[in-house]
């Protein structure tokens, strides 16, 4: 069974919102869905291009009133 | 193609830290956590100016070099030793101290934070930097 959690990374700055959502993958299963929550531009910019190079795979990102919501899904 | 980027990610970096204001204690960090949660092996060293902030008990308080450092303080951003302790534990990140800058300081690896490594010459600094890129801070 997956599951999606949120990993809230609102009021840090590149790469706190990344380290956050790496801990998170830690203690998460294959399968599962991660949704970062971030303020800072840098590391929605930056968080698809770092799963990308380590084989997760991305989901999407969507803006809502400043905050970044970047989903991934843990493959490994 | 995927083996492409796997060779890509595992390259090894050294990041030499020599200066002890927080921009370039904050960008080495930075650089070594990333490198080291996407899968790259990281090999830090600590030396000259660095190194006093990696004294037990020291804070993460640096002097700044310009305005970046003050803006730095009043945001939320990570701290670097905080940062460069996340590249050890989550990504197998090695921080050494320099074994020159210790006997200037006269102090012993005791005295250093428990997440540094042996201290270390330039010889193995050398060997060590053969097979990476070096980034010097």
Known sequence: MTERKIVDGRGSFCPGPLMELIVALKHSQVGDELEVLSTDKGSADDIPEWVRRVGHDYVSTTENDGVWHIVVRKTK | ?137
């Open chain 2, 1 to 137: 193609m995927r083996i492409k980027e796997k060779k890509m990610v595992g390259q090894k970096i050294c990041v030499v830290v020599i200066s002890g204001t927080l921009e370039r204690l904050q960008a080495a960090a930075m650089l070594a956590s990333v490198a080291a949660v996407s899968g790259q092996e990281v090999r830090v060293f600590l030396s000259m100016n660095a190194l006093p902030h990696f004294i037990k008990g020291s804070t993460a308080e640096a002097p700044h070099e310009g305005p970046m450092g003050d803006l730095m303080k009043a945001r939320n951003v990570p701290e670097f030793k905080m940062l460069f302790e996340q590249a050890i534990e989550l990504g197998g990140a090695r921080l050494y101290p320099c074994s020159m800058a210790m006997d200037v300081l006269g102090i012993g690896s005791e005295q250093l934070e428990d997440y540094l490594g042996e201290a270390t010459g330039l010889s193995r600094l050398l060997t060590e930097v053969q097979d990476g890129q070096v980034w010097t801070f």
